[in-house]
């Protein structure tokens, strides 16, 4: 799969809400799209699912215009907006059904319902009303609602905005999950510190305009120094054989051991090669973590956006 957007722009009166936005991603992953409030995210995606027009510019999906073709590319795209109607009136059974019985052929709806309700864990709460739900039960309504036709690029904005840390950590748990299915997701949001576990690509955009976007590997690494200092202890005594091999296996550098706590650096790129070598050399590890560190995605916003903490 691959999205084009190309030289997007839109105003609403004098204001420039996108100038000129241009990104390319490919396959698929989560993708990050990080800016402030009033960067001009929620334009996009809005443009992206073909819910508004540009006033200039196209979105290719595949090389197919969502612009002159938006009824033939909507059943690829599912976009989930950053609130759930508060309707008092209606139960998220009905809610629900009210979808599958609209995109859904008729001998394939209860399987579709079963597996979509299953999957994003609103099967518990079925009879409740919408109204009565908390902001976390809404956002599962909300996924649940965006999966049932399975498009192919899910355009999400703000999915964790006033969710708990442990509803932000199921909720990624399950785009994790659509990911390895073969998913495109792009995720709007400006909670960086969460976005920088969940992401392998990113698109900042700040002020209307696309300043950086690619893997976000590529991206922190290029705006930020290459090495990073990493702390982290042994459950129990770790021989010096094993500590060279992990060394070798690693690529890590200047490492200190004070008893059982370690500490060392490893290039930013590498840092995934470090936990894959502790357990192929089965390293006891008790806990570990980056030492002095900001979040680097909040850095690389920082650096690329020119904006002061």
């Known amino acids: 799969m691959k999205l084009v957007v190309d030289k997007l722009t839109k105003r609403y009166g004098m204001i420039t809400a996108l100038d000129q936005v241009s990104f390319e991603l490919s396959g698929s992953g989560i993708i990050g799209f990080v800016g402030a409030n009033g960067a001009g995210k929620t334009t996009a995606l809005r443009i992206m699912c073909a819910l508004e027009e540009p006033d200039s510019g196209d979105v290719l999906l595949d090389g197919v215009s969502m612009i002159d073709y938006p009824e033939k590319m909507r059943s690829r795209i599912g976009f989930m907006p950053d609130s759930l109607p508060d309707a008092s009136d209606i139960t998220v059974k009905e809610y629900l059904e009210f979808f599958i019985n609209s995109f859904i052929e008729k001998d394939k709806r209860r399987e579709r319902f079963d597996e979509m309700a299953e999957f ?3 099967a518990t709460f079925l009879p409740r009303k919408l109204a009565e739900l908390s902001k976390g039960m809404k956002q599962r309504v909300s996924l649940a609602r965006l999966l ?10 703000e999915p964790a905005a006033g969710l708990d840390p442990r509803g932000r950590i199921e909720l990624y748990s399950m785009l994790k999950k659509l990911a ?16 920088e576990n969940m992401v ?13 976007y690619g893997p976000l590997e590529s991206a922190v690494v290029a705006s930020q120094a290459p090495f990073e200092k990493v702390s982290f202890n042994a459950l129990g005594d770790v021989p010096d054989a094993l500590v060279q091999e992990f060394i070798l296996r690693s690529g890590v550098r200047n490492l200190v051991r004070n008893g059982r706590i370690f500490e060392c650096e490893i290039e930013c790129v590498n840092f995934a090669r470090m936990l894959i ?17 900001t979040v680097e995605l909040e850095k690389l916003f920082l650096d690329v956006t020119g904006r002061e903490v």
């Open 277 to 293: 070598a502790m357990g192929e050399c089965r390293f006891p590890v008790g806990w570990l973590r980056r030492v002095d560190r």
């Open 180 to 195: 390895d299915r073969g998913k495109m997701i792009f995720l709007s949001s400006h909670i960086l510190a969460e976005l």
């Open 148 to 157: 049932i036709h399975d498009p192919e690029l899910l355009l999400l904005d």
């Open 120 to 122: 994003s864990g609103v």
């Open 200 to 212: 392998d690509s990113v698109v900042i955009i700040d002020r209307g305009h696309v300043l950086r």
